[in-house]
């Protein structure tokens, strides 16, 4: 007998559900990671495979993981226990819940340190920093920010507590609202960066650059990285979008919210990639400019075009919101499952975590200065240390191995009853062809990628 309802509470209709998933989705992966990584692998292919990486691997496991959530109504550890025992199998299952959950706080630990870069950028905006900068003076700006740990220090502390306050309340109180202002009002300052964009003289060199191949371009560990950002950006591979699965009402229909959602989020990052390259073009930036590409592009355009002083605030405050109702997700499995194992109350659960991932936070501050150092990944020179390793070994590799597992319990080890019930899309072919991607396109993709990264084919 599945439960009909969370301990935790639920999401009160089917679209807050799609607006705290979409919430989670987009984020700092969309407008700050995906053009940064685009650009450094090279544009249009790397875009052309992370678009096939959504839609052939992230929609399916997307509606695995909500699917599964649905069914267990826990946090992802206890929910995969549960399920294991219900369909039989080894109770090792629920390593994927503790997996995700190791995975969530290293990535809250850096992903708090960048939105705490956008506070920063909020408050520049603001104080009119940005008034006539160019490619030269933006970099004097970011750099200056990079190179001060105290100040980094102080906005990441700012976001852990905005991030802590809001867990601590549930999930639900505030962030369906906020979602609901949120999505729009970025969706039209991400339009008007175009429209800024169309204008600059070399609109045309950043589309081709982000839509027209050249597999040239494009490394082994590039596709590895595309691949990663699929699951990054669409949240999947740890377990948020399995809690968040897991207080969606019993009747609400799972293939639809996911395409929207995947939708939402996909059309987010490109609109961010179509406003930022032709000013990376326009003002002689380099696109493999690495994490700071946003932070150096943008401000030139909203230092140039009138309004910028309202837009560019504006702006920066909503990607920090972006940020904030992605970081929430991150952290929800661990406190759901602290309440549930360890009898916490839920402010305390809430207080606990963020402690902990404002500590690891300190090592990603520190990597952009005095700890920084260089390697070698996919061809790239990566020059931020702990923070680079953090992203890679998360997004490169936690969460396709977190998602590829995920499918092939979906896939193999549910009966082909219960994952039938719980989608509700019936027997048709929609049915089959999710089951077809979900038994081998998305876990055979996943390992051919890494093994074609490893050289072995
Ligand atoms: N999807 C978020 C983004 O694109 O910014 C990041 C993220 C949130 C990744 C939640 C993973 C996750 F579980």
Same mark, same amino acid.
């Given at each position: 007998?599945?439960?009909? +309802?969370?301990? @935790?509470?639920?999401?009160? #209709?089917?679209?807050?559900?799609?607006?705290?998933?979409?919430?989670?989705?987009?984020?700092?992966?969309?407008?700050?990671?995906?053009?940064?990584?685009?650009?450094?692998?090279?544009?249009?292919?790397?875009?052309?495979?992370?678009?096939?990486?959504?839609?052939?691997?992230?929609?399916?496991?997307?509606? /695995?993981?909500?699917?599964?959530?649905?069914?267990?109504?826990?946090?992802?550890?206890?929910?995969?226990? +549960?399920?294991?025992?219900?369909?039989?199998?080894?109770?090792?299952?629920?390593?994927?819940?503790?997996?995700?959950?190791? $995975?969530?706080?290293?990535?809250?630990?850096?992903?708090?340190?960048? *939105?705490?870069?956008?506070? *920063?950028? $909020?408050?520049?905006?603001?104080?009119? $920093?940005? #008034?006539?900068?160019?490619?030269?003076? /933006?970099?004097?700006?970011?750099?200056?920010?990079?190179?001060?740990?105290?100040?980094?220090?102080?906005?990441?502390?700012?976001?852990?507590?905005? +991030?802590?306050?809001?867990?601590?309340?549930?999930?639900?109180?505030?962030?369906?609202?906020?979602?609901?202002?949120?999505?729009?009002?970025?969706?039209?300052?991400?339009?008007?960066?175009?429209?800024?964009?169309?204008?600059?003289?070399?609109?045309?060199?950043?589309?081709?650059?982000?839509?027209?191949?050249?597999?040239?371009? !494009?490394?082994?560990?590039?596709?590895?990285?595309?691949?990663? @950002?699929?699951?990054? #950006? !669409?949240?999947?591979?740890?377990?948020?979008?399995?809690?968040?699965?897991?207080? !969606?009402?019993?009747? $609400?229909?799972?293939?639809?919210?996911?395409?929207?959602?995947?939708?939402?989020?996909?059309?987010?990052?490109?609109?961010?990639?179509?406003?930022?390259?032709?000013?990376?073009?326009?003002?002689?930036?380099?696109?493999?400019?690495?994490?700071?590409?946003?932070?150096?592009?943008?401000?030139?355009?909203?230092?140039?075009?009138?309004?910028?002083?309202?837009?560019?605030?504006?702006?920066?405050?909503?990607?920090?919101?972006? *940020?904030?109702?992605?970081?929430?997700?991150?952290?929800?499995?661990?406190?759901?499952?602290?309440?549930?194992?360890?009898?916490?109350?839920?402010?305390?659960?809430?207080?606990?975590?963020?402690?902990? /991932?404002?500590?690891?936070?300190?090592?990603?501050?520190?990597?952009?200065? @005095?700890?920084?150092?260089?390697?070698?990944?996919?061809?790239?020179?990566?020059?931020?240390?702990?923070?680079?390793?953090?992203?890679?070994?998360? /997004?490169?590799?936690?969460?396709?191995?977190?998602?590829?597992?995920?499918?092939?319990?979906?896939?193999?080890?549910?009966?082909?009853?219960?994952?039938?019930?719980?989608?509700?899309?019936?027997?048709?072919?929609?049915?089959?062809?999710?089951?077809?991607?979900?038994?081998?396109?998305?876990?055979?993709?996943?390992?051919?990628?890494?093994?074609?990264?490893?050289?072995?084919?």
């Amino acid at each position: 007998m599945t439960a009909t +309802t969370s301990i @935790h509470g639920m999401w009160s #209709t089917r679209f807050a559900f799609i607006l705290a998933a979409t919430g989670s989705a987009v984020g700092l992966g969309n407008i700050w990671k995906f053009p940064y990584i685009a650009g450094e692998n090279g544009g249009g292919a790397f875009v052309l495979v992370y678009i096939l990486c959504v839609s052939a691997i992230g929609i399916p496991i997307m509606m /695995a993981e909500i699917l599964i959530g649905r069914r267990g109504r826990q946090s992802p550890i206890n929910t995969m226990r +549960t399920l294991a025992h219900e369909e039989s199998r080894h109770g090792f299952w629920q390593m994927i819940g503790w997996g995700g959950m190791i $995975a969530g706080f290293l990535i809250i630990s850096y992903y708090s340190v960048i *939105a705490g870069w956008a506070i *920063a950028y $909020a408050f520049r905006a603001l104080g009119g $920093a940005f #008034t006539s900068l160019n490619g030269e003076t /933006a970099g004097d700006l970011f750099g200056a920010l990079l190179g001060d740990p105290e100040r980094l220090l102080a906005w990441h502390t700012i976001f852990m507590v905005m +991030t802590t306050i809001v867990i601590s309340r549930g999930v639900r109180s505030g962030l369906e609202q906020a979602v609901r202002v949120l999505m729009p009002a970025l969706f039209v300052l991400l339009l008007l960066l175009v429209g800024y964009a169309l204008t600059s003289g070399k609109f045309m060199a950043g589309l081709e650059f982000l839509f027209l191949p050249d597999f040239g371009a !494009l490394s082994a560990g590039g596709v590895v990285t595309a691949m990663g @950002h699929a699951f990054f #950006t !669409l949240s999947l591979g740890m377990g948020a979008i399995m809690m968040y699965g897991s207080y !969606l009402p019993a009747d $609400a229909s799972i293939a639809r919210s996911t395409l929207i959602i995947a939708l939402m989020d996909t059309m987010v990052a490109l609109l961010a990639g179509m406003a930022i390259f032709p000013i990376v073009f326009a003002n002689g930036l380099e696109p493999g400019a690495g994490p700071g590409l946003v932070f150096l592009t943008l401000p030139i355009a909203f230092g140039n075009m009138p309004g910028g002083l309202l837009f560019g605030t504006l702006f920066f405050v909503l990607l920090v919101f972006a *940020a904030w109702t992605s970081a929430i997700s991150l952290i929800e499995p661990a406190v759901a499952w602290l309440v549930e194992n360890q009898g916490l109350q839920r402010v305390r659960a809430s207080v606990y975590v963020g402690i902990v /991932a404002w500590l690891l936070g300190i090592v990603t501050i520190m990597s952009f200065s @005095h700890w920084a150092f260089s390697f070698d990944f996919a061809g790239e020179e990566k020059k931020n240390g702990v923070f680079d390793l953090l992203d890679i070994l998360t /997004a490169n590799f936690m969460l396709p191995l977190g998602g590829m597992a995920m499918a092939l319990f979906a896939g193999w080890f549910m009966a082909r009853a219960s994952t039938r019930d719980e989608l509700a899309i019936g027997e048709g072919s929609a049915y089959r062809l999710w089951r077809v991607l979900i038994r081998y396109v998305a876990p055979l993709a996943v390992a051919l990628v890494f093994l074609n990264a490893i050289g072995l084919i």
